[in-house]
Structure formats: structure tokens, C-alpha cells
């Protein structure tokens, strides 16, 4: 359903951790917003959301929601995007969907716009927004991969809590507070929602982020693996992942190792393929102990890298410290960027 | 300086997190202990520690505080060793010492007991003690090591703020605090006391642990990277390690990459290895969300081992998650394990 003076779009999952910073990342972004249809669960219908200066009622996701909406955002949760995602696409919408539902999809490209924005071409009514580990990751190294080829990776990230929510921001804060009051702190949301046990977040590290799988490695762990050769189309990069989330609301940060298919390159080559690249911000200057941080990356779009080493024992192999807003870059931002992409692909007609 | 009837044994630095920690192992040792001396800076001198059920005043360290004793354990900073370990070992005593004054010093054993006991055999005086996250992470490789060969280690630390002190603790639980209140928290220690800027450590991970070298590598990571290779002999080893600070009080998490030499080995083969290895616990059960985990760690003497996977991508590479109290097995309690090592090869007699 095009329109002529603007798009109509739909964000589903409005009032969530994500959903509120997708109103931001519209706001600010020069796609020309006709009509906003915020959509959430039955409970939060009637209440408002303000954009663009004006007030927006908060109405019930249902199939019929979609007729005449132009461009759908969603990051309502897996099984919301299954039910109601392709009921969008039917009626006409872009679906723009942040949940892992059909990243792995043959027909669904998985887009990361500085690194495949071409694949967009390909979509059928669903696009997929990669994982927030993965976006920073892929968007970080795609200027290496481009410029000298990528062998490998290995990665050990430092997950937020915000990838799990806002409930689960407000229980590493609750759980602080208890233990610095010398209280026995509960665990009802950390590592993961649905998993059976819950553990203390507060001052720990839990190397679990969503469910294990039968090979032993997390869901998220898969993501990382599998979502990052998706995008970066190949199949032959070996990539391996450990992920652990540590007590930080918001922001992730990677240990990222990499061999790439070319000798004789130093890490100067890297940081200057990196000063330049697009999304990123080059953090890199030791002597003044200038490197990324979560803290410093909350509310900024960009993926910030720094730390960047050679290995001292293996000709390609080089280290870098990856930081990014998991709920930006990671999520809100990349969704309204790659409706941004669309537009001008001519995928879309605003 | 030998004694017929049990062991005159220095604690220097005993005021400080690791030096209270090395009474405690002693306390709980089989070392016949029939004297303490508790040394420490002149500030200290004339207070009183408790020790085998009764108390003990400070001294102040200085050269001839070492007559007649058989073991001196350091734990004061590298300067307080560099000058009076060796006036310690020219009085007779052992010195054994935490600090990395004397750590890659040819003459000088570098001993974790599980690992390279026998090398205490050529100390002249003073033994070191490893790094503290270089210890755990090459107590848990070891087995694995004589097992199946080890080619290459690449690892990523989750490392506690007690490792730079009592003080860093308070810090971070006082800036912990003024963040929960809406304060700006002050930073004046960490990441590196004596470096020049400070960094809010408080919800935020931190990638310099230890000042920059000229390779833009951390001191803490050269350590993991020549420490490692010292300890297993090994110079064709590779090791390139990434040291970050996590918002945790004590504990080291490390998310280790190994490839071993041998091919066809399974995760299950490295379990079992671990399951039956001197000083680790195997705590590997993901489908009943068991592994290791930092708060679960503090008090205890073991190095705690999980999450061990195969590469899905390389035949012979594997990933595991190592934890253990970096004052305890860290510091304090290899430091006494030393001792024991020492007693049981008859390089000291009690």
C-alpha cells in the first residue's frame, strides 16, 4: 500500500525497551511519517504514545491492524511476529521484524544495512533484523572483511541486562539495591524469562543468555554464529561464539578476535580502515586510555571499537573491544534504518 | 634457617585483601606453623592479627625482620618485593611472591603446584606466584594439555574489581551507590590507580586492566600471554588474551578458546579429564543451567570449569568458561599451596 504524501507506519511492541527507542530513532530520522499506528498486547490499548508532536492511541495488534499501513516495525516477542507479521505482509506492509522468527528463513533477508543493504532487494514482504550481538559485530568488521577477507572469528561478549528487557533492567536494579542493603536479593526474570532456574545478576556474570540447545551452545550463541555468515554471505567464515551477560543495563560489549586472508597487515591498517568506516567510531588511542565503554555508548547510534591488537604469536590474527546501545544499534536504530534503506532503494514510495 | 619443631613463616602486606586471605589459608593449612610474623608498612606496625587462636602484633617490614624465619609470603607490591625479597632470601627464608616483581626473572620458579610443581626445584630464594588470572586459566588447561597437546590459547577475562585492592572494592560499591541515588559517582582508582585517568566502574566493564605497554597490549595481558608459556614450558605456545574489568567484587570469569593438538577429541572426552583434575570442579549441565558462576566462586579454593563446547567450525578448537576467587586460588591460597609443595618435596623442613 504506497502512499503519496508520506508513509503510514506501525510499530508493534510500542510501549517495550525497544518499541519506545523505535518512536525515538523515527523521530529523529528523515523518513516522512504520515501516520504513526502504535500496536501493543490488549493491556497497554488505549493508552497514548506522543510523535511528532502529537498524541497516537496505543490500539490492540490484530491481523486487520495492517491495511494501509506502509511500514511495520515490530519487536512484540517471537510468537507475536509469527502470528502477525506475515498477516502484515499479506495486507501490504514492509514488515521490519527485530525478533529472531524468521531471521534464518531462506525467502528473509537478515540486514545490517552497512554490510548488506542490497540484499533488501530480495525481500518478500518480511525483513529480519539481526540480533543486537550480532549487528555490532558484523557492522565492525565488514570493512576488514571487504578490504582484506575474513577467515574467522571468535567472540566473547559482555552482554547488558537490557537485552532481556525492561523487567530485567528494573531486577538488576532491585537486586543491587538489596545486596548493597545486605538483603538476600531475588532472581525471577535473569538469565532467561522462560528457562527454568534464575540466578543473581547483581555484581555476577551469567554465561547463559536465552536457551541452551542440544549442542551445548546457547540460542544466542547460535544467532552470533549463524546470523553473522547469513549476513555476511558466506558460509565458509568460521565464526564461534561465547556469550555471557554481565551486570550493565544497557550497552554490549564484545572481545572480538579475527583472522583475516591477508599477511603483513598491521592493526594501524585496521584502525585506519575503521576511521572511516561507515556507523563506526574509531576509539583507539591507549596512551590516553581512550577506549570504547558501555557507559559512554548509551543513546548513541554508532558502533564504537577500539583495542585493536595483533597477536603477538599469529601473523592475521588481530583482537578489538566492540561496544554498542544493544537497544540502538542492536535493535531500534537498524530497524528504522533499514526503513530508511528502502526508501531509498525504491522499495518503498513515500 | 631450618627449624626442628614447625615453620617460622612472614606474611608481608598482611593488612591488605590478599595478606588477611593468606592468614585464612595458612589458618586452614596442615604447614606447621609454630610463628607468625604479620609485616607490613609502618602504618600498620603495633596493630594485631589472630592467628591459630592467638594474636600477633604488626611489624614494620625492613631487611632484618627476615632472620630465622623459613617462609616469606609477599603480598605487599612489587616495590615492597623487589627491595626486601631478596634481603629475605639472603637471610635463609623462602620467599614465595605475588607480586610481578620477580615473575619472568630466569632464576625464579613460576609455580602453580597443579601445573609445574617440580619446578620449584631450582628456586635460589624466591619463587613467584603467577598472575592471578593467569593461574585459573592454566590450572583447568593443564590436564587438557598433557592430555591432548595444547596449540593455542586465545582468551577473554571477566576480571573482578578486588584484584586492584580493598579499595577498588569500596569504590565500586560506592559508586554502585551514588548511581542508584542519581548521583555522579566519583572515580579515583580504577581502572589502574596509577595511571592518569579514572573511569566509572559501576554498571560498566572497563577493557584495561594494569597500564598499556608499547604493543598496545595491557601489563595484564602480557602477563597471561609470557606467564602462561613460562609456567607450561612452552614457547611455541600461542596466547593472546583481552583483559576487561567486569562490576563484580571477586571472582575472575574467563571465556577461554583453546585448540589442542589432536583431532577427534569431543567435549565430552575434556569434561571428563576435568571431571577428575587436581584443584578443578567440573560444574558442566546445561540442561539443568549449571556453570560455573562468579558469586558461587568467592571463599572457595577450586578453579570451576563449564560451558565446554566444541568449535562447530574447527575440528580441534574448543571453548570453555573458567571461574575462580582471584584472592583465593588467585593469590593467597596458590601462594600457600606453594608451601605445601615446598614441605612435601623436602625443599623445606619443618
Redesign the interface.
Known sequence: MLNTEGLNVAVVGVTGAVGTRMLEMLEGSPLPVKKLLPLASKRSAGKKVVFGGKEWIIAEAKPESFKNIDIALFSAGGSVSKELAPEAAERGAVVIDNTSAFRMDKDVPLVVPEVNEEALHGHHGIIANPNCSTIQMVAALEPIRQAYGLN?I?V?T?QAVGGAGAKAMAEL?RQ??DV?EGKQPEAAIL?VKG???H??MA??????IDM?QP???TFEEMKM?NETKKIMDDRQL???A?C?R????ISH?E?V?IEINKNNVE?SDIKALLSDAPGIVLQDD????I?????NAVGKKEVFV????K????EN?F?M?IVSDNLLKGAAWNSVQIAESLLKLGLIEA
Chains 1, 2 share one sequence.
Open positions: 574467522r571468535i566473547s559482555y536494579e543491587t539495591r548493597l538469565p528457562d527454568k532456574k540466578y543473581q555484581f555476577n556474570s551469567i554465561p547463559q541452551f549442542n551445548d551452545y554464529i568460521k565464526v564461534s561465547t555471557v554481565v551486570p550493565v543495563p560489549g572481545s578476535y592493526s591507549p596512551a590516553h586510555q577506549y570504547p565503554m558501555q557507559m577500539g583495542r585493536i591488537r597477536d603477538p604469536d599469529v590474527g583482537h573491544w
